[in-house]
Each structure stands twice: as structure tokens, then as C-alpha cells.
Antibody
Framework: QVQLQQSGPGLVKSSQTLSLTCAIS??????????WDWIRQSPSRGLEWLGR?????????NYGLSVRSRITINPDTSKNQVSLLLTSVTPEDSAVYYC??????????????WGQGTVVTVSS | QSALTQPASVSGSPGQSITISCTGT?????????VSWYQQHPGKVPKVMIY???ERPSGVSNRFSGSKSGNMASLTISGLQAEDEADYYC??????????FGGGTKLTVL
């Protein structure tokens, strides 16, 4: 059973870069049957899908329209983890951030496993 | 991409059935059979209850069912129980190769 353990700072200053990591156990980030997503949740924006990375003989990425110019999701095969970088943050980026897994023997269009969530506050 | 539309709240008594709607467009809900539903208790992580419109993950009670007609998807919970009280969110794949969520529905078990 896959488990996702998130880590990263809970406080980021405006205009700086938010950086979070999701350590994977029970699967491999480079698995041909998995996909790794980042999702955030805030009272003002609700649940918002941010982006995904997955490996199918090569790495693929796709990102949400609202953050496309600021986001990077990087797989790290040596540590079996996936990271989220969000640049030029503002207080509107304050949210609970989740990593999640899709596919893995089930639908690639739903989020079957979730990390514990990281509360991120952007200070102005 | 606009959020999918859900009612803010629904309620029902134990043993009853309730249905939560999720309305989108032909670019998301109406265009694909990739609607999923999530249950979230306060302070907890979302949990998938239905995927691909009507499929139930292993371990999810068969009291939960999903359907879709046109641009609207629905989640039905039958035999309502106190433990079902939670927030419910729908999600859909979109024609932009992204995912969109609904605003959430608070279910109260009376």
C-alpha cells in the first residue's frame, strides 16, 4: 500500500519560492503505472489541482492553468520522492498542500492516495 | 477553468438517501467519464469514494453510488449513517488535460 509523507516549511515570505517534498513508500516515483499530483485547499479557492508528473518511458508533466507560469514538479528517483516548487508566492497561495497518487492499478483520473497535507502560510 | 457547481449543503435523517449534484460543462463533466467524488471529515485528508463516474474503490461501502447525465454528475448515499456527515467534493478531468473540483457540499445527518 502506497504511503506519501510530506515535508517542507509552513511559512514562506511573499515573492519567495514555496518548496515541498513528498516521499513515496510502497511504490516508485518512476513506476510506469503511477502518476503523482499536487493539490491545494484553501477557504477562498477550495480544492485546486496544481499539476502532475509521471513516467511512461520518459517523464511527462502537466500543470494547472492558474499556476502554469510559476510551478515546477520534479521527480527524484534517487530519493523516491516528488517535489513541488511554486515561485513568486503571494498570500493568496496560503493553503493546505497535498501530494497525491493516481493510477497505480486503478484509474489515472482520480486521486487514490493522499499525503497528510502541509499547511503553508505566505506572509506579506 | 471554473469550478464545478455543487449545492453548499444537503441534509438527511439516518436511514434515508440523499443525492449531491455536480454540474459542469461539455469540456469536463459532460465530455468524459472521469468524474470522481471525495469525502472529507473535518481536519482530515480527502478520501476517494467514487471514481470514473460510478466505480467504487475497494473498501468503500456500497451505500455510495455515482452516476452522470449530460453535464451533471451525482453522488447518492443510501441508508444514511452518522459517520457519513462530512464534506463531499466532486472532480472531473477536463479538455485542457487538467482537473477541476467542485466547491464542496456539507452533508448533515440530522
Amino acid at each position: 500500500q502506497v504511503q506519501l509523507q510530506q515535508s517542507g516549511p509552513g511559512l514562506v515570505k511573499s515573492s519567495q519560492t514555496l518548496s515541498l517534498t513528498c516521499a513515496i513508500s510502497g511504490d516508485f516515483v518512476s513506476s510506469n503505472s503511477g502518476a503523482w499530483d499536487w493539490i491545494r485547499q484553501s477557504p477562498s479557492r477550495g480544492l485546486e489541482w496544481l499539476g502532475r508528473t509521471y513516467y511512461r518511458s520518459q517523464w511527462y508533466h502537466n500543470y494547472g492553468l492558474s499556476v502554469r507560469s510559476r510551478i515546477t514538479i520534479n521527480p527524484d528517483t534517487s530519493k523516491n520522492q516528488v517535489s513541488l516548487l511554486l515561485t513568486s508566492v503571494t498570500p493568496e497561495d496560503s493553503a493546505v498542500y497535498y501530494c497525491a497518487r493516481s493510477c497505480g492499478g486503478s484509474s489515472c483520473y482520480a486521486f487514490h492516495a493522499w499525503g497528510q497535507g502541509t499547511v503553508v502560510t505566505v506572509s506579506s | 477553468q471554473s469550478a464545478l457547481t455543487q449545492p453548499a449543503s444537503v441534509s438527511g435523517s439516518p436511514g434515508q438517501s440523499i443525492t449531491i449534484s455536480c454540474t459542469g460543462t461539455s469540456s469536463d463533466v459532460g465530455g468524459y467519464r472521469y468524474v470522481s467524488w471525495y469525502q472529507q471529515h473535518p481536519g482530515k485528508v480527502p478520501k476517494v469514494m467514487i471514481y470514473d463516474v460510478s466505480e467504487r474503490p475497494s473498501g468503500v461501502s456500497n451505500r455510495f453510488s455515482g452516476s452522470k447525465s449530460g453535464n451533471m454528475a451525482s453522488l447518492t448515499i443510501s441508508g444514511l449513517q452518522a459517520e457519513d456527515e462530512a464534506d463531499y467534493y466532486c472532480s472531473s478531468y477536463t479538455s485542457s488535460n487538467t482537473w477541476v473540483f467542485g466547491g464542496g457540499t456539507k452533508l448533515t445527518v440530522l
